[in-house]
């Protein structure tokens, strides 16, 4: 079961963006073509199936971590930003054994549409985390739930779902206008997280490390991002330090299944 603390699971009747989590995710989208190595490749016969509501009945509308009781944690990864940078994280997770979730940026993938079945074939949790990456929470009802369904859009096209997760671009947690209109859009739950590895603020590979490992505990969601070097260099650390202590990097869906 669930467990509901201060920094646990956030309903979405709090409804309140966290201002730091403005900066969290600066827009590192890049442009122009996408390589050939990121071309989209040929749709599997039988898809991924979309999400129904209530696919995690008894879970909350947002959600900042999973059970307490069990030794796994969710490394949950914003994702734009260089595609050889995304290349490396997935190569080194996969590498050590772990599997992670990939929140997208609709824009992203029609720069790199090859990433999103990449992400797939390797086993990981693919999301929705809006399509132009704006402050979704300050947006019109209309223009939210573009920004919403934009994003859900492209990962159907490219991978036949829409992916199980959403995560609100520029914020910690949904307004509930933003919590509603993902439900509607076909995402029974938004997905915080409850460590904040700050690493969009290029504070250094160490810096990175040490801040997951005095914060992370069984259960933990910890938010991270594509498009950083300081994150590529600390991810083998933060995967020994999790393996040393007991706990399994998992998908957000194995976390709470």
Not at 27 to 44: L, Y
Not at 83 to 96: D, F, Y
Not at 125 to 146: K, R
Not at 244 to 251: C, D, E, I, Q, S
Request: aromatic fraction near 4%.
């Amino acid at each position: 079961m669930i467990e509901t603390d201060r920094r646990g699971v956030l309903r979405a009747s709090a409804g309140l963006a966290v201002a730091s989590a403005l900066a969290g995710c600066a827009d590192d989208s890049t442009t122009g073509p996408a390589p050939a190595r990121d071309r989209p490749a040929p749709t599997r016969k039988a898809p991924h199936a979309a999400p129904a509501p209530g696919r995690f009945p008894g879970l909350p509308d947002q959600i900042a971590h999973g059970p307490r009781d069990r030794p796994r944690v969710a490394l949950t990864f914003h994702g734009q930003g260089d595609p050889a940078t995304a290349r490396a994280l997935l190569s080194t997770a996969e590498n050590a054994g772990a599997k992670i979730t990939v929140l997208a940026v609709g824009s992203w993938l029609d720069a790199h549409p090859g990433l999103a079945r990449r992400i797939l074939d390797g086993g990981h949790d693919l999301g929705n985390h809006t399509h132009h990456h704006v402050t979704i929470n300050e947006l019109p009802e209309a223009e939210a739930y573009a920004e919403i369904t934009g994003c859900a859009d492209r990962l159907r096209r490219l991978t036949g779902s829409i992916g199980t997760w959403f995560r609100p671009s520029r914020a910690e947690t949904a307004t509930p206008l933003v919590a509603r209109l993902a439900h509607r859009a076909g995402y029974p739950h938004v997905l915080s997280y409850d460590v904040d590895s700050l690493d969009f603020t290029s504070p250094g590979a160490p810096a990175v490390t040490r801040k997951i490992a005095s914060e992370v505990r069984a259960g933990s969601v910890v938010s991270l991002h594509f498009g950083y070097a300081d994150t590529v260099a600390a991810l083998p650390a933060v995967l020994e330090d999790l393996d040393r202590r007991g706990l399994r990097a998992v998908t957000t869906t194995e976390l709470l299944t």
